[in-house]
């Protein structure tokens, strides 16, 4: 069933000065027509990502699918357990963030699990090369990968790291939230090419992911529907119109930005403003990422696969 995503009847919901040096561009993206896909699972599918649109990985509860153009097929790692990140760097290397805190890697004809880690889960997973990966998890763990070998570093052990994405080597940053202290507040990191150090934000409440244009242009989401945004300075809230844990943030453009979340949250930025896309699933949303403005999937609970593709 295809279903035209409208926006809600709601004031705009203004960015004010975090455009950084990324401009909108004079053509916005075309409005997308999303269709709901057969995935051919009921577990929750947490998280997706492709090279291509004809090479999209999805990977959830012993879940990972593989998209290529035409077909979604189900794939076999193994032993059944949750996966919630996919990463790499072509469709002969990719990497899969799995519950059991071990990083499991695709070759192209072979899935291999990395080494024993001392971890209870990897939540994400990110990297600049096939030598330069990073994972991040509970008691928070920040993994890294050379090309030969895992490395281990823990930022406390209260805290649950849930998002990783950087722009280099040297510009890296992990986003999570202290779960020992409610409300949950908020944790940031960033790596400079050296070190990690601690960032302050004006959010009050913990993040789930995070992603950017550029070293200038960065979106951090959480719960109770937080939005982040970093201009290159200094990290500031920005409205997003709803109190909805939020899940996953991505986007092709500074114009073109999607958020999702529970509720069946579609949150959309065009360069100005967010506003809120109806959704007809009546799942959460863990995760969102496209090959391009007008090639969209989100995926979340229950076996949803979302497509989003310009239509009449």
Not at 26 to 31: A, L, M, V
Not at 157 to 165: A, C, D, E, I, K
Not at 238 to 246: D, F, I, M, N
């Amino acid at each position: 069933m295809k279903v035209r995503l409208l926006a809600l009847g709601l004031a705009p919901l203004a960015l004010a000065g975090c455009g950084g040096g990324d401009s909108a561009g004079p053509n916005p993206p075309t409005p997308l027509v999303w269709s709901n896909v057969p995935s051919g699972s009921t577990q929750n599918i947490n998280a997706v990502w492709g090279t291509s649109a004809s090479d999209v990985w999805a990977v959830g509860y012993g879940t990972v699918l593989h998209y290529n153009g035409t077909t979604w097929t189900s794939l076999s790692v193994g032993a059944s357990h949750w996966d919630f990140g996919v990463w790499g760097t072509s469709a002969s290397d990719v990497w899969v963030a799995s519950q059991s805190g071990t990083p499991i890697h695709y070759d192209g004809a072979n899935w291999t699990s990395g080494p024993a880690l001392p971890i209870l889960s990897l939540q994400s997973i990110w990297g600049t090369s096939g030598s330069n990966v990073w994972a991040v998890g509970q008691l928070g763990t920040i993994l890294h990968y050379n090309g030969s070998s895992w490395s281990s570093t823990s930022m406390g052990q209260s805290y649950w790291l849930y998002g990783v994405w950087g722009v280099s080597a040297s510009d890296v940053w992990a986003v999570g939230f202290d779960n020992n202290n409610p409300p949950y507040l908020p944790v940031m990191y960033h790596f400079n090419g050296t070190s990690w150090s601690s960032v302050s934000t004006p959010a009050t409440q913990g993040f789930r992911s995070v992603w950017g244009i550029s070293a200038s242009n960065v979106w951090a989401v959480g719960e109770g529907g937080t939005i982040v945004h970093y201009d290159g300075t200094t990290w500031s809230t920005v409205p997003s119109g709803t109190t909805q844990p939020l899940r996953s943030v991505w986007g092709t453009s500074a114009s073109d930005v999607w958020a999702v979340g529970s509720a069946r949250t579609i949150l959309h930025y065009d360069g100005t403003s967010w506003s809120t896309v109806r959704s007809e699933t009546t799942d959460i949303l863990f995760g969102v990422w496209g090959s391009s403005s007008s090639n969209v999937w989100a995926v979340g609970s229950s076996g949803t696969l979302l497509h989003g593709a310009p239509g009449g």
